[in-house]
């Protein structure tokens, strides 16, 4: 038996409220990777704290390297050799990507100074080695939160490092950069490193993990090498329910009626070069594309949240001009937006106030905010969406990562009576909630909304979507419909016609 | 009175309440102690007297940083309105009824004017304020070097008037601040002091008037400075462009000492109240006890590391 990296046993911990680790027993050996599951709000974040000593347990012990520790601050389990990238990214967006790749271990030069040139080199090395092409002089709030990603990820190689913790890095990057992510784990894994893994993406634990651990309610509900569960035995586990059917059916008929949102050869940045797409009442419109295509930007257009340059929106037959959000959701849109820390929740205030914020009006009898009226609405949403919280007095930034997107749901689903946009729309959320998410979704659609759905998880778009535009650098590719479409078609029309352009421009290269 | 309730039952922040008060009740405790004449219904009285114009800018105060920003216009704001009420009142003493409205607008409109400038200007409130208040004062001392003017017996009278032994104006006082705990409780505007406090993006995102309510708070920043001046000018009988100076800095102690959060979002008026309730308490045992103003000023100082450095530990549990 190797012996493990960490070995964490009895792990307690309590919040006024809530036990988020309850007895935990959880061992990492090197040289091995160990997926984490578990729903929203199962305790995987904590633990995670723990093990990088953000937080100090209320019960148990842990050794880690054979010796007992607690550690005192992240900083200590750090110098120990425990990388962790947390579920929320750290950086600091004002500083470059070599600063924060470089953030605990500046080059210094022969006076004791910070050498720009050798940091710039050093984290150019780091990040080829991860294999991205990421400017090591671009601003951290420059980049698509895909590449922030990749930084934090490149942040863990620069150092020693025995053990490294991953709390849901694939939640918002896909493709091509999970597979960079994935080459780069095999290869620690093979240098002995004990790698802990946590993904909502099950096809994921499949394909990269050897042993996993299952919580449920903050204890322990399972564990073993991979190949001893199946999926439905995993997610039986998890749930504590067997799932039968993931997506609701589609619509029997196309929709019909006049388009509710017509957006004709939209252009902004230089992201957003020619895109023309359009939603009817009651349908679920999906946009796929790679990273990058432009996809996040078409929607902050259409919500007034970004300018545009050029094309038209029209909004139920008339131009949508007033360009800005308080517009926006007066005319019943909404829009959930893929970075919801710094994006639409309110961290420090309650779930109620969060729920409520775009529709303080709705609340307001006689001039004043109905308090009994939001709190009951802000507990419909909670039971809607099983948010995994005591009450609705609890602050946002305490929930975990998948139960703040389900506020966020809460939210928006209420406001949006004509146009829901959804950018990313289950991002860290659980599988069972998905499902529910799903439900509602549809719901939406058969009360006549609109639905427009960014997402880079193809079986989402195709399971749900009645039809799908499939965008590939600013420009709309191609449309698909939904019933028929599949993972291949998508993935064609969002890379082949970006090599048909980069031979267009090879072949006038060559002319010129 | 029932909405300060309803917030203490509701805010967060009762912890750190019950600290304040904690102290406050160590302070009385101490004060019978030390001197015998603490404790009597006449030192309080004229405890509640000083409090109003501390309370008032504190109240305007505690707006503003709730938003996320500072105000630190207020004291030349107070001196300057004394200063026009003192001597629009010397002139025409009949026209009381205009004299005070016409204070309260034009402060109002300049703290307005600061909220417009952080939004248009892109700049810092910090630097906006700060520039505002030079000006303000540059300006009152370019009319006036020398504290002058005179108020009416009417208007003296109304600032010692009593019923049941406690002064009118701290009555008055502490139903403003009723209101305004109602106000961002309760109603939309206030509440959106708080949305944009806590992160003015996502206020943006949820459809909120952000640019309305950032000049909304400043404006009541500069209404609660002008109310002051009016209690202040009251009160002394004269207009002082020198008398404000000091109240900035003193604004913003018992705003943080009551747990409002200076990076916006958290807190409310409560919380103010006791600040204001504790420090005034704290000064005036202190003048009983003869120890001189520049240990008044150090132990000020020590009050709000102490008192912030409190609430940010129990917030980090
Ligand atoms: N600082 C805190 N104060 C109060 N409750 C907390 C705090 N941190 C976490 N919790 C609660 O602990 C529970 C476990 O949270 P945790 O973040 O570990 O979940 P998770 O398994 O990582 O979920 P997700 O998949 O959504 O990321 C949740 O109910 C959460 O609300
Ligand atoms: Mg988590």
Redo the contacts between chains.
């Keep these: 038996m190797v012996t493990p990296v960490i070995e964490l046993s009895r792990i307690e911990k309590e919040y006024p409220g809530v036990k988020p680790l309850d007895r935990v027993d959880f061992a990492v050996r090197s040289g091995e990777i160990h997926a984490l599951l578990g729903e929203n709000g199962a305790g995987k974040s904590t633990l995670i704290r723990v093990m990088g000593g953000a937080i100090r347990p209320n019960g148990g012990s842990m050794t880690y390297l054979g010796k007992p520790v607690s550690w005192q601050s992240p900083k200590q389990a750090r110098a120990a050799g425990i990388h962790v990238i947390h579920q929320e990214l750290a950086l600091f967006p004002e500083l470059s990507v070599a600063e924060n790749i470089l953030v605990d271990a500046q080059p210094r030069n022969g006076l004791g100074l910070i050498s720009g040139r050798a940091r710039h080199a050093r984290a150019a090395e780091i990040l080829s080695q991860l294999g991205v092409k990421i400017s090591t002089h671009a601003k951290i709030d420059e980049l698509p939160l895909a590449d922030q990603q990749m930084v934090e990820i490149a942040k863990a190689l620069v150092g020693e490092v025995r053990l490294l913790v991953l709390d849901e890095p694939t939640a918002v990057i896909s493709g091509h950069e999970v597979d960079l992510l994935f080459d780069n784990m095999r290869r620690l894994k093979r240098e002995g490193v004990g790698i802990v893994y946590v993904s909502h993406r099950l096809e994921e634990i499949f394909e990269i993990a050897d042993r996993v651990t299952i919580l449920k309610d903050g204890q322990v509900a399972g564990n073993g090498p991979v190949g001893d569960l199946t999926r439905d035995e995993m997610i039986t586990k998890m749930v504590g329910r067997r799932l039968e059917q993931i997506y609701p059916p589609r619509r029997k008929a196309p929709a019909s009626g006049p388009d509710i949102l017509k957006v004709s050869n939209l252009r902004a940045g230089y992201r957003v070069r020619d895109v023309s797409l359009s939603v009817r009442p009651g349908e679920v419109v999906g946009i796929a594309g790679m990273v990058g295509s432009g996809r996040t930007e078409v929607a902050e257009v259409i ?1 007034g ?1 970004r300018d545009l340059d050029g094309g038209t929106i029209e909004f139920e037959g008339r131009p949508f001009d007033r360009r ?3 517009e ?3 005319n019943g849109l909404g ?1 959930l ?1 893929e970075n919801r820390k ?9 779930i109620s ?1 969060n729920v409520m ?2 529709d ?2 709705g609340v ?1 009898r006689r ?3 109905d ?1 009994r009226g939001e709190r009951e609405i802000a507990l419909e949403q909670i039971r809607n969406f099983a948010v995994a919280a005591p009450s609705p ?1 609890v ?1 946002v930034g305490n929930l975990s990562g998948g139960n703040q997107q389900k506020v966020l749901f809460g939210r928006w689903s209420r406001i949006a009576r004509k146009l829901l946009i959804l950018d990313e729309p289950t991002r860290g959320v659980d599988i069972g909630a998905k499902v529910e998410i799903y439900r509602i979704v549809r719901n939406l659609a058969e009360q006549g909304v609109g639905i427009l759905m960014i997402s880079s998880e193809l079986p989402e778009i195709i399971g749900l979507s009645d039809r799908i535009f499939v965008m590939s650098q600013g420009h709309v590719a191609g449309e698909i419909d939904g019933a028929s479409a599949t993972e291949e078609a998508i993935i064609d029309l969002a890379v082949r016609s970006v090599d048909r352009r980069e031979s267009k421009a090879a072949r006038l290269e060559q002319v010129a | 009175m029932s909405a300060v309730v309803a917030e203490f039952r509701r805010n967060r922040l009762s912890l750190s309440y019950v600290i304040v008060v904690a102290l406050l009740i160590l302070l009385v405790v101490a004060g019978g102690f030390l001197s015998d004449r603490f404790l009597t219904w006449r030192n309080f009285g004229n405890l509640f007297q000083q409090l109003v114009v501390l309370g008032m800018v504190s109240l305007g105060q505690t707006f503003v940083v709730l938003l996320g920003g500072i105000d630190l216009a207020v004291g030349s704001l107070v001196s300057a309105s004394t200063v026009f009420i003192a001597h629009f009142l010397e002139w025409r003493p009949d026209l009381l009824w205009l004299a005070l409205p016409l204070a309260l607008i034009a402060a109002t409109t300049i703290g307005a004017l600061n909220g417009l400038l952080t939004i248009v200007l892109r700049v810092h409130p910090l630097i906006v304020t700060l520039g505002m208040s030079s000006i303000i004062f540059g300006g009152t001392l370019m009319y006036n070097k020398e504290p002058g003017g005179s108020v009416p017996r009417g208007l003296a009278d109304f600032s010692y008037a009593k019923l049941w032994g406690i002064p009118v104006t701290a009555i008055v006082l502490v139903a403003i601040f009723a209101l305004a705990g109602l106000w961002l409780q309760r109603s939309r505007s206030g509440r959106s002091i708080y949305f944009v406090g806590g992160d003015r993006e996502a206020a943006r995102l949820n459809g909120l008037p952000v640019s309305r309510i950032v000049v909304m708070a400043y404006a009541l920043s500069g209404l609660c400075a002008g109310l002051a001046a009016i209690f202040l000018t009251a009160r002394t009988g004269v207009g002082d462009p020198r008398i404000g100076t000091a109240l900035t800095l003193q604004s913003i102690t018992p705003v943080v000492v009551g747990g409002t959060v200076l990076a916006g979002g958290r807190g409310g008026v409560l919380g103010t109240l006791l600040g204001v309730l504790l420090v005034t308490m704290l000064n005036n045992l202190l003048n009983f006890l003869n120890v001189s103003s520049y240990y008044q000023w150090v132990i000020q100082g020590l009050i709000i590391i102490i008192a912030v450095s409190i609430h940010a530990t129990k917030r980090r549990q």
């Design positions: 919500f949240k800005m959000p308080r926006a959701i007066r829009f937006t710094d994006e639409g929740l309110f961290l420090g205030l309650p106030a914020a775009p303080l009006a307001t001039g004043l905010i308090r007095e602050k």
